[in-house]
């Protein structure tokens, strides 16, 4: 499966965030906790080469709790200060502040010394779309000031949120990069509603997504589909994913005539289960 998205708005915002960086003092890159590697975008380090950055694992609530513990460590290794967070609860977002003032603890001190204690420290908000961004920020700033909503592509230009008089908050619309290398980071994208469901094969996806949940979350998938047992997978076993999403089909009754199920319409369910975290807390690739 090939997935391709890279929509103008998204060249316009990559050369916005490129004229912008220069006005900020750090960048807070959002990523996806369920998928933290397939969320990060590879231009932001070029993009934003020399600013402090803080990286928000966003999304916990639906990410599996261990797996979260795991990237949090993995990210710190790498240097990064990091923040975990459930934009949408509230849960983390009351950190942020803090978390920047630490982040930037040198050049406040020197803002200080040279008498401009009371300068606004400016933080740009990037992730790809649908992560939370605009949600976080609303939190962060205890109003509802960013436009949010359930689909890729809410946020279309760029905003500056005053949170308090010490601190402005940049949000920008996400963006991805134009060609994805690795086919299960193209797949992991679909999966978590990063892209467009109207560019994808909802039943490919929903084949992959249950050959996964299947191998990591098997429990999950019984209790989820009222399944005693899982189909048995062989080695290299393409239709595993197929069998599986046949299975529970059947369970719920998705029937077409002749007795088949409607792997299509069970596809979708499961898409949607997930994304609604119906299913139970997922992480889809954990640290080497
Ligand atoms: N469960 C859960 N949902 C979240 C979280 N953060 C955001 N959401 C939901 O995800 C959807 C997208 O949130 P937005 O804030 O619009 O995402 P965005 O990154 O600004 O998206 P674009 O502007 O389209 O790039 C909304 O329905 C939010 O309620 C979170 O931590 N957990
Ligand atoms: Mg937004």
Redesign the pocket.
Known sequence: MNIQWYPGHMTKTRRMIAEQIKNVDAVCE?LDARIPISSRNPDVDELTAGKPRLVVL?????ADPEATKQWAAYFRAKGYAVLE?????GQGTAKFAGAVRELLADKLKAYAEKGMAGRVVRVMIL??????????I?KVAGRKT??????????RSKQWVPIDKGLELL?T??ILWPKFEDQSVGLNLAYTGAVKDDILDTETLGCHLMAYLGDKYPEALKTGYKLASLPEREENDIAYGYRLLEAAGRKRGFLVSGGEVDTERMAKILLDEFRA?KLGRFTLELPE
């Open positions: 959002i966003n999304r916990v609530d639906q967070s459930d934009a949408r609860g992730g790809i779309p649908n992560v939370g961004k605009s949600t976080f609303n960013a436009k949010t909503e359930d689909r890729p592509g809410v946020t949000d619309p996400g975290g």
